[in-house]
C-alpha cells in the first residue's frame, strides 16, 4: 500500500508576512530611487543657479571695470585742460597732468595721438613717441569724434612702446593642459586690455587729439580676485577652493583663482576642447560639467568680444564638482540607510502583528483538529462562535485603536509641518533681511564717506582758487579758465552736498508736505550727474497743489527711483515731463519718458521683486518693487501706461491731506485749506 504525502501549504500568516513585505519592499525600493533622484537633482540644480548668480556677479564686476575707464577717459578728455595745453605747447605740464590722471584711475598706461593717429605723448615712456595708433579701434572711433571702450588685443610691440614692463605681463607661457585642443608650445605675443580714447576737441569744437588709456588683464588678478572674494568668500572643500574665477585671452587663462597641483595660478594653462568649439569658435555661452585644468567643475563660460563684436577671449566661474556630488551621496546613502531600517523595523512590527491576529484562528483550528481526531474531551462551545466573536471584537478593538493612532500621527505630522515650514520660511526671510540691511547700510556708509572725503578736497580746490583770482589782473588769460574751475569745482560741491543730505540716516516722519518741492529737490539732486547732460525737463506744476501727509525721505526714494529708470529707458538722452494735479481727492504726480517703452506681455509684472526688464547687469528689479512698498504704505498707488517704441508714463496717486476737524468749520468760512 502506497502513502501519497501532501505537502503542507503556507499558512495564512506567512502568506500574510511575506505578501505585505513584498509589497513595503517594492514600496519602498520605488520610494528611495525617487526620492534619491529628487535628492540629486535639486542639489545639482542648486549649484547650477548657484554658478549663475556667480557669472551674473562675475559679469557687473568686469563691466563696472570698463566703465569706470569710460568715465575716467570721457571726463579728462571733455574738457579744456588739455586743449588748453596743447595750444601753448606746454607738454612738459600736460604730461604731469597725465600722469596724475593716470595714477587716479589706476591705469597701466595712459598717452595723446594727434588728430592723425600719431602718438604725441606717453606718461609711462615720454621719449616714445611718434608711431602711429590709428589701427587701433578706440583710437580710430575717437579721432572720428566719439568715444569708444572695450577689450583689445593689444601686441607685445605696442605694450612695449607703452611700458617694456607691460609687455613682459602679456608674454605668458603656455603650459600643457589635459583635455585642452592640441597646440604648439610657446608663449603669447599679446595682452588682453581694456582701453578706451576719446576725443579731445579743440576750442572750435573738432577733434583736436584722442586721449587713450587703458588696463592690461594679463596677470592682473583684482577682477578675478574680487569675484572670489564676494561670491565665494573663502569656500573650500578637501583643501581645494570651491569656486574658481577666471579671464581667458583667447584659450589661455591669464587671470585665474584655479590653482595647479604645486598650489600656484593656473596662468598660461588652457581651456578644454569643447568649451573652445561652442565659445570661441560658435560664439556661445557655454554651461555645463566641464575639466578644469585637473579637476570637474560646475562651470559656465561667456565669450569676451572687441569693440568689433570679434570674440577674443572668456569669463567664467564654476563650483568644485565634488563638493556637490559629496554632498549628494551623503544624502542618499543616508536616505537608503534609513529606510533600511525602517524596512526591517516594520518588518518585525509586522510579524509581532499579524501572529497576534491569526494566533485564536490557529487556537480554534488545532481545537476543531482534536475534535475531528476524536479526542471528544475537547470543549468547544456553540462551535466556537464566543471564540470567533471574541476575536472579531479584539479585531475591531484593534482597528479602532490603529486608526485612532494613525490619525493622531496624522495630525502631528501635519502640525509639526507647518510649524516647520513657518519657521524655515521666517529663518529665510530674516536672513534675506538681515543680509540686504546689512549691504545697504555698508553701501550708505561707503557712499557718505567717499562723499565727505571728497567735499573737503573740494573745500580746498575753491579756496585756493578764490586765492588765486584775488591776486590775478582781471584782463589775465588764465581768469577765464580759473573762474570756469571755481564754477565746476561748486557744482561739485552742490551735488556731494544733496548726496549727504539724501544718505543721511533719519527715523521716518510723517508730515504734511508739498509734492512740487519734493519733487524739485530730488530732480535738483540727479540732474547734476552726467547721465542728465543730454536730458530735457519739461515741468507742467499745478501751484495750487494741496498737500499730502507722507515721509520726506521715502517719497524722494520713490521720485528718484522714476527718474533714474526713466533716463535708463531713454539711454541718457531724451525729454521727462514731470506733471502734478489734483483729481478726486487725490494728488497725482507724473513722470512721462520718451524711451523704449514696456512690452504689454511684461507691464503686469514690473512691480514684482527681482522682475526686471534692463539687460543684464544693469538692474535687479528691486526699484519698482521697493517704490510700489512705499506709495502703498502712504495710502496710494501707483499706476503705469506704455507704449513700445514710445515711452512710459509712471504716476503716482496720493491722497490729499484732510484738514484737522476742530478747524474745518473755520476753513470753510475763510479762504480755504491752506496749500
Not at 537633482?41 to 557669472?55: E, F, G, L, Y
Not at 607703452?162 to 600643457?176: C, F, G, K, N, S
Not at 536616505?335 to 497576534?356: D, E, H, M, P
Not at 583770482?469 to 573762474?483: F, G, I
Amino acid at each position: 500500500m502506497k502513502v501519497r504525502l501532501r505537502s503542507r501549504a503556507p499558512s495564512i500568516k506567512a502568506r500574510l508576512i511575506s505578501s505585505y513585505l513584498v509589497i513595503l519592499f517594492i514600496g519602498g525600493l520605488t520610494t528611495s530611487i525617487v526620492g534619491s533622484w529628487i535628492v540629486s537633482t535639486t542639489i545639482m540644480a542648486q549649484a547650477r543657479r548657484m554658478v549663475d548668480h556667480s557669472m551674473a556677479m562675475a559679469r557687473t564686476i568686469y563691466q563696472h571695470q570698463a566703465d569706470d575707464v569710460r568715465r575716467t577717459i570721457a571726463v579728462a578728455a571733455s574738457g579744456t585742460t588739455i586743449a588748453s595745453y596743447l595750444a601753448r605747447s606746454n607738454i612738459e605740464d600736460l604730461r604731469t597732468y597725465l600722469e596724475s590722471l593716470r595714477r587716479q584711475g589706476d591705469f597701466d598706461f595712459l598717452g595723446l595721438a594727434d588728430a592723425t593717429g600719431r602718438v604725441l605723448l606717453r606718461t609711462t615712456q615720454p621719449s616714445s613717441r611718434g608711431d602711429d595708433l590709428s589701427w587701433l579701434e578706440p583710437v580710430r572711433a575717437a579721432l572720428s569724434g566719439r568715444a569708444a571702450t572695450g577689450a583689445i588685443l593689444a601686441p607685445t610691440t605696442f605694450l612695449a612702446a607703452e611700458d617694456p614692463a607691460l609687455a613682459e605681463r602679456a608674454r605668458i607661457r603656455l603650459m600643457p593642459t589635459p583635455r585642452s585642443r592640441p597646440g604648439p608650445p610657446g608663449e603669447l605675443d599679446s595682452g588682453l586690455v581694456l582701453m578706451s580714447a576719446a576725443p579731445v576737441r579743440g576750442f572750435d569744437h573738432r577733434p583736436l587729439a584722442a586721449l587713450y588709456g587703458g588696463i592690461l588683464l594679463n596677470r592682473d588678478p583684482s577682477i578675478v580676485d574680487r569675484v572670489w572674494e564676494l561670491v565665494f568668500k573663502g569656500e573650500r572643500y578637501d583643501g581645494k577652493d570651491v569656486g574658481a574665477v577666471t579671464l581667458f585671452q583667447g584659450d589661455v587663462r591669464i587671470a585665474t583663482t584655479v590653482k595647479t597641483t604645486a598650489g600656484q595660478r593656473a596662468i598660461g594653462t588652457r581651456v578644454s576642447e569643447e568649451v573652445h568649439r561652442a565659445v570661441l569658435e560658435r560664439g556661445g555661452v557655454w554651461r555645463g560639467r566641464a575639466f578644469v585644468v585637473n579637476d570637474w567643475y560646475i562651470s559656465a563660460y561667456e565669450p569676451l568680444r572687441d569693440p568689433a563684436g570679434r570674440v577674443i577671449g572668456m569669463l567664467y566661474v564654476g563650483l568644485l564638482e565634488k563638493a556637490y556630488t559629496s554632498i549628494r551621496d551623503r544624502v542618499i546613502l543616508s536616505f537608503f540607510g534609513i529606510a533600511s531600517v525602517g524596512f526591517l523595523l516594520i518588518a518585525g512590527i509586522t510579524y509581532y502583528i499579524i501572529g497576534s491576529i491569526t494566533r485564536p484562528i490557529g487556537e480554534l483550528v488545532e481545537a476543531t483538529r482534536k475534535i475531528a481526531a476524536g479526542h471528544f474531551d475537547q470543549e468547544v462551545s456553540v462551535r466556537a462562535s464566543g471564540e470567533l466573536a471574541l476575536l472579531a471584537e479584539s479585531f475591531n478593538a484593534m482597528v479602532a485603536s490603529l486608526r485612532k493612532m494613525r490619525s493622531d500621527l496624522e495630525e502631528w505630522g501635519r502640525t509639526l509641518e507647518d510649524k516647520v515650514r513657518r519657521r524655515t520660511e521666517e529663518l529665510v526671510a530674516m536672513h534675506d533681511r538681515i543680509a540686504q540691511a546689512e549691504r545697504l547700510a555698508s553701501l550708505g556708509k561707503l557712499s557718505a564717506g567717499v562723499a565727505h572725503e571728497i567735499n573737503n578736497p573740494l573745500g580746498a580746490v575753491l579756496a585756493l582758487t578764490a586765492l588765486t583770482l584775488e591776486d590775478l589782473d582781471p584782463n589775465d588769460p588764465a581768469r577765464e579758465n580759473l573762474e570756469e574751475v571755481v564754477r565746476q569745482a561748486e557744482r561739485c560741491r552742490n551735488i556731494v552736498r544733496g548726496l549727504l543730505e539724501f544718505a543721511r540716516q533719519s527715523e521716518p516722519h510723517v508730515e504734511p508736505l508739498d509734492l512740487n518741492r519734493v519733487l524739485e529737490e530730488t530732480l535738483a539732486l540727479v540732474a547734476r550727474q552726467s547721465m542728465f547732460f543730454n536730458i530735457a525737463v519739461v515741468k507742467e506744476l499745478d501751484p495750487d497743489l494741496p498737500r499730502v501727509m507722507g515721509d520726506r525721505s521715502q517719497l524722494q526714494q520713490v521720485f528718484m527711483n522714476l527718474l533714474l529708470n526713466a533716463v535708463q529707458a531713454m539711454e541718457e538722452k531724451g525729454t521727462i515731463t514731470l506733471v502734478s494735479r489734483k483729481v478726486d481727492g487725490f494728488v497725482e504726480v507724473s513722470i512721462t519718458d520718451t524711451g523704449c517703452g514696456i512690452p504689454p506681455d511684461k507691464l503686469g509684472r514690473i512691480f514684482d521683486p527681482f522682475f526686471t526688464t534692463k539687460p543684464s547687469g544693469k538692474g535687479v528689479g528691486l526699484g519698482l518693487s521697493i517704490a510700489y512698498g512705499i506709495v502703498t504704505k502712504h495710502g496710494g498707488d501707483i499706476r503705469v501706461e506704455s507704449e513700445v517704441g514710445r515711452g512710459s508714463t509712471f504716476t503716482v496717486r496720493l491722497p490729499v491731506m484732510q484738514p484737522p476737524a476742530a478747524s474745518l468749520a473755520g476753513g470753510e468760512a475763510g479762504s480755504g485749506v491752506a496749500n
